[in-house]
């Protein structure tokens, strides 16, 4: 599973295991602050190890091939715009991730401008003059990408680190 070379992403669900049957009695939850000391050791090592171009780069991608298999495995409701953002702000919310709103939508241009407040990234952390949420960034576009059938690309310009109360995307279609 994690032991082959590859050149391509080869997550699936079920790499997420049957947690029902492994934690009968710890059950699926764990606190925000073990989420997020897995993701900023991971990227601290990252930025280390490789530098900070590429450690944006893999959290981009990651967070990417995220929202695909997130859409593919959890969003029911893939009709109209709005409804497939009901959908989506539901299970974000009941999964804990954070409060999506849709700020903008241009659907004649594909373009949108989301926020996520109390997200499970940043909310909370130290303000440091940076935008941090770059698996956010490429988990939105791979909701939207997949949700779409086209490519989208997405930018934080607010965050919490950046002294907002919510991340603000801009999501953009790649021409
Ligand atoms: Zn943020």
Request: aromatic share 10%.
């Given at each position: 599973?994690?032991?082959?070379?590859?050149?391509?992403?080869?997550?699936?669900?079920?790499?997420?295991?049957?947690?029902?049957h492994?934690?009968?009695?710890?059950?699926?939850?764990?606190?925000v602050?073990?989420?997020?000391?897995?993701?900023?050791?991971?990227?601290?090592?990252?930025?280390?190890?490789?530098?900070?171009?590429?450690?944006?780069?893999?959290?981009?991608?990651?967070?990417?091939?995220?929202?695909?298999?997130f859409?593919?495995?959890?969003?029911?409701?893939?009709?109209?715009?709005?409804?497939?953002?009901?959908?989506?702000?539901?299970?974000?919310?009941?999964?804990?991730?954070?409060?999506?709103?849709?700020?903008?939508?241009?659907?004649?241009?594909?373009?949108?401008?989301?926020?996520?407040?109390?997200?499970?990234?940043?909310?909370?952390?130290?303000?440091?003059?940076?935008?941090?949420?770059?698996?956010?960034?490429?988990?939105?576009?791979?909701?939207?990408?997949?949700?779409?059938?086209?490519?989208?690309?997405?930018?934080?310009?607010?965050?919490w680190?950046?002294?907002?109360?919510?991340?603000?995307?801009?999501?953009?279609?790649?021409?």
């Amino acid at each position: 599973m994690f032991k082959e070379e590859r050149d391509e992403a080869k997550f699936e669900w079920t790499m997420l295991g049957d947690v029902a049957h492994g934690r009968p009695n710890l059950g699926p939850k764990t606190e925000v602050a073990v989420y997020r000391l897995m993701q900023f050791t991971l990227r601290d090592t990252l930025i280390k190890e490789f530098g900070v171009a590429v450690a944006d780069r893999v959290f981009y991608a990651a967070g990417k091939t995220a929202g695909m298999h997130f859409y593919q495995k959890l969003i029911t409701r893939r009709g109209e715009f709005h409804e497939f953002v009901e959908d989506l702000q539901e299970i974000l919310k009941n999964l804990g991730v954070g409060i999506l709103r849709v700020e903008k939508a241009d659907l004649g241009n594909l373009t949108f401008t989301m926020t996520v407040a109390e997200d499970l990234d940043c909310s909370g952390l130290p303000v440091c003059d940076e935008e941090i949420c770059t698996y956010d960034e490429g988990f939105i576009a791979g909701l939207m990408s997949t949700y779409m059938s086209r490519e989208f690309h997405v930018k934080e310009v607010d965050c919490w680190c950046s002294g907002d109360r919510v991340c603000r995307f801009d999501v953009t279609p790649v021409a």
